[in-house]
């Protein structure tokens, strides 16, 4: 199984947004995902994170059977629809991928 999470540090704002306005439609685009992408086995999104280093606004936890199931996800366009709204307010960017 591959685990992946991404964490987020979010403009203070962009897109008409402020970052905590924004980070609630990064969640909610991202949960709808769930039931649409046959690969994406379980999807978490959160904005209320109490500690994190380095500081993010939202985290993303998903799972995934396969590397090249995680890969399908990444090209799928309804995850590339998301990307281009969270490339516009997001600062920053940490991810990381492992295998259990």
């Known amino acids: 199984m591959i685990k992946h999470i991404v964490m987020w540090t979010l403009k203070d704002e962009a897109e008409g947004g402020t ?5 609630l439609k990064i969640k909610e685009i991202l949960e709808n995902l769930s039931g ?8 978490e ?22 590397k090249e199931d995680l890969d399908a996800y990444q090209i799928h366009p309804l995850h590339q629809e998301c990307g281009v709204f969270i490339k516009q307010v997001a600062l920053s960017r940490s991810a990381v991928d492992y295998v259990i």
């Open 36 to 43: 649409k992408i046959d690969t994406l086995k379980h999807i």
């Open 45 to 66: 999104v959160s904005v209320d994170i109490f500690e994190a280093s380095p500081a993010c606004n939202v985290v993303l936890y998903s799972e995934f059977d396969t």
């Open 19 to 23: 970052a905590v306005q924004n980070g």
